[in-house]
């Protein structure tokens, strides 16, 4: 399902098994990627971890399964903070139990690479080929999801629904607006810098005045929001409003032409027990197929907007500052009274 305004979308060392990799560091032909499929046919399986809803990861595993047939997904998905935190303990205590990882803090890949965790990328297939904003030597943004504002249809009527950020200043929403905490969420905290440097501190002080109710992440604060206990949450996702729509919630979301966004990584692990079932896998996510079946409804895609189904980015759209946005958090949260 679309959204509402679519004119707007828009301590390791992995040295060793670096050798288990079926090719050296190079784009591989169409042969290539033949060979790789048959030694992945070999392995049998992948494990792969994934923050995206289960209906997302399902369809990717679908259109690869297709695609790959012979090579089993084995999906564990989790919330990017907790999936994060069980990657990392079971690295750190050498238990090596997954293969490809999808998050969205760069954070956790940043310290997982120097780590050696996690293999370099440019052997795939469509390393070469892929934006070069949009990887690093060890993971690859494969999504880029607009915030949302989001509402309640049964409380907020279709002439009062927000447009812009600055509509959650509207004396109707005081006491009554739901806001994601920046203390706890990285993307939610480059949401808060963006609007901070489009708007400034008076923009921030406004909204502390609205007496926003803070809710720990997006899911939590829907289901308060479908139970009628706020009539707007911010920042959001719509791949948050398409799980409450499919449970028959009473909510739609808008995007912002001024955005930023949360943006999806994937990598492969370095002592992957499937290595060449995760860079099959791992590659098929930076093709145009692979792009569709991840971002479709949801999602930009790095490849741009012949993607089919891919969202399209505002040109107002702000690409993740998490450097900055962790920089200024605590003074900008301060300003919001945390």
Same mark, same amino acid.
């Given at each position: 399902?679309d959204?509402?305004? +679519?004119r707007?979308?828009?301590q390791l060392? #992995?040295g060793?098994?670096?050798?288990?990799f079926?090719?050296?560091?190079? @784009?591989?032909?169409?042969?290539?990627?033949?060979?790789?499929y048959?030694? @992945?046919? *070999?392995?049998?399986r992948?494990?792969?971890?994934?923050?995206?809803?289960?209906?997302?990861?399902?369809r990717?595993?679908?259109a690869f399964?297709?695609?790959?047939p012979?090579?089993?997904?084995?999906?564990?998905r989790l919330?990017?903070?907790?999936?994060? !935190?069980r990657?990392m303990?079971?690295?750190?205590?050498g238990?090596y139990?997954n293969?490809?990882i !999808?998050?969205?803090?760069?954070?956790?890949?940043?310290?997982?690479?120097k780590? #050696?965790?996690?293999a370099?990328?440019?052997?795939?297939p469509q390393?070469?080929a892929?934006?070069?904003?949009?990887? @690093?030597?060890h993971?690859?943004?494969?999504?880029?999801?607009?915030?949302?504002?989001?509402?309640?249809?049964?409380?907020?009527k279709?002439?009062? +629904?927000?447009?812009?950020w600055?509509?959650?200043?509207?004396p109707?929403w005081? *006491? +009554?607006l739901?806001?994601?905490?920046p +203390?706890?969420?990285l993307?939610?905290? %480059?949401?808060l810098?963006?609007?901070y440097?489009a708007?400034g501190?008076?923009?921030?002080?406004?909204?502390?005045a !609205?007496?926003?109710k803070?809710?720990?992440?997006?899911?939590?604060g829907?289901q308060?929001l479908a139970?009628?206990? *706020?009539a707007?949450?911010?920042?959001?996702l719509? !791949?948050?409003t398409?799980?409450?729509?499919s449970?028959?919630?009473?909510?739609? %979301?808008?995007a912002p032409?001024? %955005?930023?966004?949360q943006?999806?990584l994937?990598?492969?692990?370095?002592r @992957?027990?499937?290595?060449?079932?995760?860079?099959l896998?791992?590659?098929?996510?930076?093709t145009?197929?692979?792009q569709?079946?991840?971002c479709?409804?949801?999602?930009?895609?790095?490849? #741009?907007?012949?993607?089919?189904g891919?969202l399209r980015?505002?040109?107002?759209h702000?690409?993740a500052?998490?450097?900055q946005?962790?920089?200024?958090?605590s003074?900008?949260?301060?300003l919001?009274?945390l």
């Open positions: 399902m959204m509402m305004n +679519r707007t979308l828009l060392s #992995g060793a098994a670096a050798a288990a079926l090719a050296p560091h190079h @784009a591989l032909s169409a042969e290539q990627v033949d060979t790789l048959t030694a @992945a046919k *070999g392995e049998g992948v494990v792969y971890y994934a923050a995206a809803n289960e209906n997302i990861s399902k990717v595993i679908d399964s297709k695609q790959y012979g090579v089993k997904v084995e999906v564990l919330a990017t903070a907790q999936l994060a !935190q990657f303990s079971e690295h750190q205590a238990n139990a293969d490809l !999808q998050l969205s803090d760069p954070f956790v890949f940043r310290d997982a690479a780590a #050696g965790w996690l370099p990328l440019s052997d795939l390393a070469a892929y934006p070069a904003e949009a990887k @690093a030597e993971f690859a943004t494969i999504g880029i999801a607009p915030h949302t504002i989001i509402f309640n249809t049964e409380l907020v279709e002439a009062d +629904r927000p447009k812009d600055k509509d959650l200043l509207n109707k005081k *006491g +009554r739901l806001l994601s905490d +203390r706890n969420n993307e939610v905290a %480059d949401w810098y963006m609007v440097d708007y501190e008076s923009y921030l002080a406004a909204l502390k !609205q007496e926003p803070y809710v720990p992440s997006i899911l939590p829907l308060m139970a009628g206990d *706020g707007i949450i911010a920042p959001g719509h !791949q948050a398409m799980v409450m729509l449970r028959g919630a009473p909510v739609a %979301d808008i032409a001024l %955005d930023s966004g943006e999806s994937i990598a492969v692990c370095a @992957a027990a499937h290595p060449n079932a995760a860079r896998l791992a590659n098929f996510h930076l145009p197929e692979g569709s079946a991840y479709a409804e949801w999602a930009a895609s790095p490849l #741009g907007n012949n993607v089919a891919a980015l505002s040109p107002e702000k690409r500052r998490y450097d946005a962790l920089a200024e958090r003074r900008l949260v301060a919001l009274g």
